[in-house]
Each structure stands twice: as structure tokens, then as C-alpha cells.
Nanobody, 130 residues
Framework: QVQLVESGGGSVGAGGTLRLSCAFS????????MGWFRQAPGKEREGVAA???????????YYHDPVKGRFTLSLDKAQNIVYLQMNSLKPEDTAMYYC????????????????????WGKGTLVTISS
């Protein structure tokens, strides 16, 4: 069965950086949409970024508007790891961050709903102080 394990969360000040990792196991990482969602206290889970693992000639990634230009997804297919590089962090980025996966490709609206994903990790906490 698919297993997702997140790591890399922590506490940093505004303007800082963090890199989250998601280790994927159980099945091949090929032909999957891998994503990150986050949930702040008292708020609904929201999509952050997603990437298709089967893209060739460059990645096919989608980003939530508030993180565009600050967050970057990348894949290490040899290690089956998905990274979320987070720069210029803001207090409003504070949340539990969850790695998610689904079989098949991503699409432009995939981040609109957590129901679009099939598998979930347990999350890693990110806290940004002002």
C-alpha cells in the first residue's frame, strides 16, 4: 500500500526558509500526481502545490496563488522523495503540511479540493513567527 511520510517542518521567523520532504513508498512513483496541502488551526485544508511525476522535458507543477514565486516543488525519482522548498515564509504560512498522492496526472484545479487526492501522510508542522 502507498505510504507517505513527511519531514522537515519546524519553527522559523518571517522571511526564513524550510524544505519539506515527502518519502513515498509502497508502489512506483511513476505516473502519479504528488501534492502538498496545508491546514491552519480553525481553517479548511487547502492545496499548496502539486506535480506530475511522469512529466518529461521539465516538470508540470501547479501552485496555489499565495505561494507562487516562493514555494518550489521538486522530485528525486531515484529516492522516491518529493520536496517542497519554501522561501520568504510568512506567518500566514503557519499550518500542518500534508503530503498527498493520487494515481495518474495532475490538472489545473487539482488543488481546489483535498478530495482529489487518494493517499495522505500524517503531516509535519510549520510555524512561522512574525
Amino acid at each position: 500500500q502507498v505510504q507517505l511520510v513527511e519531514s522537515g517542518g519546524g519553527s522559523v521567523g518571517a522571511g526564513g526558509t524550510l524544505r519539506l520532504s515527502c518519502a513515498f513508498s509502497g508502489y512506483s512513483l511513476s505516473n502519479r500526481c504528488m501534492g502538498w496541502f496545508r491546514q491552519a488551526p480553525g481553517k479548511e485544508r487547502e492545496g499548496v502545490a502539486a506535480i506530475y511525476t511522469g512529466a518529461t522535458g521539465g516538470s508540470s507543477a501547479y501552485y496555489h496563488d499565495p505561494v507562487k514565486g516562493r514555494f518550489t516543488l521538486s522530485l528525486d525519482k531515484a529516492q522516491n522523495i518529493v520536496y517542497l522548498q519554501m522561501n520568504s515564509l510568512k506567518p500566514e504560512d503557519t499550518a500542518m503540511y500534508y503530503c498527498a498522492a493520487r494515481y495518474g496526472g495532475c490538472w489545473s484545479r487539482i488543488l481546489d479540493s483535498s478530495e482529489n487526492m487518494e493517499h495522505w501522510g500524517k503531516g509535519t508542522l510549520v510555524t512561522i513567527s512574525s
